[in-house]
Structure formats: structure tokens, C-alpha cells
């Protein structure tokens, strides 16, 4: 070969080992961008693992269902007919697209103060489908029922005062003077003659004393219970000597001391009705009823007068309240309420709506970010004092969704799920890239080191001729 076509295949490999070369570090380049390109998948798919989603347990934890609108807002065994209410951070509730219609009928503009009571019953009628006469009837069940228990609470009110006693245990067990000897001392006997001689003594007390207090089944009781801890000692026929025992043994049999004994009965009544009383100046009060006097006659008499009246309202209510409780079934008063509270508590705080709402994921992220909450409502009725009309009054409750307790934060795993389906075909998809470019930069190495012995054998054979060149002239 000569020296011009060595030198011109020289040049040739040459260019093509530097475009070789280029090639690879574009090759080299690329596969840096997949390494970097992975690092962004595989951080994505960590982050999904550690994705936290809020769900909804009634049961603690042990099981979960999702925290949506439609479990929050709508009826079902899942909220147990009770709504909670979505509030924005200005206490507002939220409504979807459902309950928007309604809203506007409440209040046009969302603000609070709406008037729900004139739309209520088409509002119930459309969302519960009972028909809006059996609606309004039990509106006027409710109303009548309302005003017997407020007649009532009324007769209640005046029922007429029992004229009373009160004063210190002496004062009080003096009503009973006549029956028993406060101060003395009884002779029992032995055996069961002495355990029937102290059951009729304090069967005597329980009648008597019961019939000045409200609650005589209290001090039957009181005596019972002294007859139970000391028959067992008559029963056994033990022998006590102890002075401050009621009751002791002597050589005729056993003794009561009176004044012991009512001192115990009247220590275990006042534990049971808690109305003995320590004064200021340490002495045990007593209240009773001063069933002697001519006020207690005029007493019972009015009171006679005024249970016939109470028995007479009582039955109204019952009456009136059996009537509405028959017009609808449990289920369909259950939806009523539901939705009486959602409404009510629209016309009390406002509304807002949000189209996105009923996307499970979006409000999550919204509860998540305390940018909405959860508030529950007491529903109550109060007479009000201008009107002297029963009328239901709303208390709320709001909290963070992360602070109720039938709010949990668990791992998503349907995001999981779905980002390990996104790494796997996104790491395919590289490996695949990046196969290809191994193989391409395999073989243009092994090309690149074919040219470099190519261009070494040509240079070699180049200087061997110029080498002969020389020598001949030499």
C-alpha cells in the first residue's frame, strides 16, 4: 500500500473511532439520565408506601371503610343515623351537588340565619319519599304532643309543698316516742323468742318512723340490716358483753339498748337516702314530714286536687306522643332527624358548596390538611322565653378529623397497590432503555477496538516501508 492510501485509510478509521467515540459518551450520558430517571421512580413508589390515608372504624380500628361524603352525610348503619357534618375553617357546612338544591331553598346567598322550618317538609318529602301529609301530620302530633308535655312540666312545677320538719336526731325520733322507750332498755329473751321479740320491735319502727319520710322503704331497709347483723349473734347464742353494742348477753338472755340501736338504724338510713345533713355547728340534721299538723291535712287535700290534674296531663301525653310514635316507622323518624339536623344546622351556620367533595381522595386531602372538619350536633328542646314554645336548639361540636375519635390514619393501600403497578412497568421501561444502550455501546467498542489495531497494523506496516525506504539510500 502506499504511503497516500495508508495515510488516507488512517484518517478514515480515525474520523470513524472519534465518532465512536462521541456516540459512546451520548450513550454514557444516557444512561446516567436513566440512573437518574429511577432514582425519581423509586422515590415516588417509597413515598406511595409511606401515602397515609384518614378512614372511618366504628369498631376501634379492627375494621375500616372509607371517609366519604356519602358515609358522612347521607344515612346508613355506618354513622348509625347520625350525620356529621363537613365544616369549612368558618364553620360553614359543605354541600355537594345533592344537597346544594336544598341549601338554596334554606338560604339563596349561604349565609346563616336561613329559614329551614317553611321548606321542611319538601325538603323531607323529596329526600325520605314520605309523603309530605303524613309529614305534616306528624308536625302536628309533635306539636300537640309538645304542648301536653309543657302542660305537663307546668302542673309539675305546681305541685303543691308538703309542709316539713327539721332538726336534730332527738327532735326527729320524738315522733316515735310513743311507740318505743328512746332511752330504755328491752329484755329479748333467748333464741327465737329473742329473734321474733326484736323483729316485731323493729318492724314498730319502720312503720312509725317510715310514715314522716318520703322514702320509707329506706328505713325498712335500715332495720333490716341492723336485724341481719345481730341475729346471727341471738342464733348462735354467742356471748357479748361489749358496751357500746346495741345488743349484750346477761343470764336472762340477751338486751337491747334503744338508744344504741336507733343510733345504727339511723347511721345506715342516712348512708341510703343521703338527706341527714351536718350543720355548721356539727349537729346531725333531720328532715321529716309534720304529718300531725293542720297544714299536712290542707296538704293532702291539695295535693289529692292536683295528682288528679297530673294523671289527667299524663295521659294526654301519652295519648298524644303513642299517636306520633304510630304514624311513621322507626326507620323513616330515624331519616327525618337525620336530615332535621343537617338543615337546621345549614340555616344556623351557613353553607358552601364544593363540586369536588364527593371525590373520596380530595376530601381526604382537604380533612387531612385541616381545611375542613367534622362537627356533631346535639339536637335538644328548650321552652323559649319569649314565646313560651318548646323549640329545638342545635349545640356543635367541631373538631379536626384528626383528633375524632372514629377517625383513623392507616396506610393507603390502594395507592400502594397502584404505585408498586407504576414502579414495576416504569422500571421495566428503563431496564429496557438501558439494555439497548448496553448492547449498542458493546458493540461500538468492540468496533472501536477493531480500528485501533487496524490503525496500529497500518501504521505498522507504513513505518516498516519507510524504514526499507531509507536504508536504500543509506
Known sequence: MGMAASQARILQLTSRKNTIGRELSSLSLQKMSLTREMSKVSKAYNDA?????????????????????????????????????????????????????YAKMISEDGKAGGDWESVRTEVLAELTGIPAEDIENLNSYEDTTNQNLQTLWEIEDSEPKKPTKSGSKDSFLSNIADVIDLDGTIDLGKGTAALSTLQQQLNNISSSLGAYVDDPE?????????????????????????????????SRGYTLDVSKMMDEILGSYGSLNGTVSQSSYGTDMYTWNDINSDKYKTWQKEHAEWETSYNEALENYNNSNSAKNTLLTAEQESQINFYDTIFSSIADKGWTYNSKVSDTEYLNQMLQNNLYMLTTVERDQEVDSETGELEWENSYTTNIASNFTNVFSVNDNSIANEALSEYEYQKSIINEKETRIDTRMTDLETEQSAINQMIQGIEQVRNDNVERTFSIFG
Do not use: H
Open 218 to 250: 329506706n328505713i325498712k331497709s335500715a332495720c333490716d340490716t341492723f336485724y341481719t347483723n345481730y341475729s346471727g349473734t341471738i342464733s348462735s347464742n354467742e356471748d357479748v358483753s361489749y358496751d357500746y353494742l346495741p345488743i349484750t348477753k346477761n
Open 49 to 101: 408506601l409511606n401515602s397515609k390515608v384518614l378512614k372511618w372504624s366504628n369498631n376501634s380500628g379492627v375494621t375500616y371503610i372509607d371517609l366519604s361524603y356519602q358515609n358522612l352525610m347521607s344515612p346508613s348503619n355506618m354513622n348509625q343515623q347520625t350525620p356529621y357534618l363537613l365544616t369549612d375553617t368558618s364553620g360553614k357546612v359543605v354541600v355537594d351537588s345533592k344537597y346544594q338544591k
